[in-house]
C-alpha cells in the first residue's frame, strides 16, 4: 500500500489502515522516544500517546511532508514536552532525588536497555546515553535523530522545523560537547 493510499484509508477511520500504520512505525517511533526519554516505559507511554494523537487528528495531516517526518515530529514534541514536565516537577521538588550520596548522578547499567546495544556494553552505553541526556534539547533532538534514526539532516530539519544548515551546526555542537564530555570522564577516572 502506498503511504497517499494509507493515509486516504487513515482519513477514513479504516480499523486495518491504523494497524498497518502501527506495525510499519511502531518501532521508529519506540526507539526515537527511547533515545530522547532513556526510560523504556517512558518510551512506550509516548509511543502509545503518538499513534493515539495520530488516530485522532490525521483528517488534519496535509501531506506536504511525508508521512513518517509528521510521526517522528510528533514523536520528538511529546518527548520533549514530557522531558520540560519531568524538568517542573523536579524543580518543585515533586519527584524523587536521582542523586546519591556522593551527588553524582544515579543510574544502573543492568537496567539500561536500548535496541542494538550488546549486553556486553551496556555500562559503557549507559554512560553514553547520559552524556547524550545531559546535551542541550536541540542538540540532543538532531543528534539522536541522526545517529540513532540514521535520518538525514533533510528530513531531521523538516522534523524540527529549521534548515539543513541549523541541523549541520546542532550536530557539530553535540559532537564538540560529547567530546568534551568523554574527556571529562577520562580525566576523571585517572
Known amino acids: 500500500m502506498t503511504e497517499q493510499e494509507l493515509i486516504s484509508q487513515l482519513q477514513q477511520g479504516e480499523e486495518q489502515a491504523f494497524k498497518l500504520l502501527v506495525n510499519r512505525y511502531q518501532d521508529k517511533v519506540f526507539n526515537t522516544a527511547f533515545g530522547l526519554l532513556q526510560q523504556h516505559g517512558d518510551a512506550e507511554d509516548i509511543a502509545q500517546e503518538v499513534f493515539i494523537q495520530v488516530y485522532r487528528s490525521v483528517h488534519q495531516f496535509k501531506g506536504a511532508a511525508a508521512l513518517s517526518t509528521w510521526l517522528y515530529r510528533i514523536t520528538v514534541t511529546k518527548c520533549l514536552d514530557h522531558i520540560r514536565s519531568k524538568k517542573r516537577k523536579k524543580r518543585f521538588g515533586f519527584t524523587v532525588s536521582?542523586?546519591?550520596?556522593?551527588?553524582?548522578?544515579?543510574?544502573?547499567?543492568?537496567?539500561?536497555?536500548?535496541?542494538?546495544?550488546?549486553?556486553?556494553?551496556?555500562?559503557?552505553?549507559?554512560?553514553?546515553?547520559?552524556?547524550?541526556?545531559?546535551?542541550?534539547?536541540?542538540?540532543?533532538?538532531?543528534?539522536?535523530?541522526?545517529?540513532?534514526?540514521?535520518?538525514?539532516?533533510?528530513?531531521?530539519?523538516?522534523?524540527?522545523?529549521?534548515?539543513?544548515?541549523?541541523?549541520?551546526?546542532?550536530?557539530?555542537?553535540?559532537?564538540q560537547n560529547l567530546k568534551k564530555a568523554v574527556a571529562a570522564k577520562i580525566n576523571n577516572s585517572s
Request: proline share 4%; net charge negative; charged share 30%.
Open 98 to 175: 536521582m542523586f546519591g550520596a556522593d551527588n553524582q548522578p544515579v543510574y544502573e547499567a543492568a537496567n539500561f536497555h536500548h535496541p542494538g546495544v550488546a549486553l556486553d556494553k551496556k555500562e559503557d552505553a549507559a554512560m553514553l546515553f547520559k552524556m547524550i541526556d545531559d546535551l542541550p534539547e536541540n542538540q540532543k533532538t538532531a543528534f539522536v535523530l541522526n545517529k540513532l534514526e540514521d535520518l538525514s539532516y533533510l528530513e531531521i530539519a523538516r522534523i524540527m522545523k529549521t534548515t539543513e544548515s541549523a541541523v549541520d551546526s546542532l550536530l557539530q555542537r553535540a559532537r
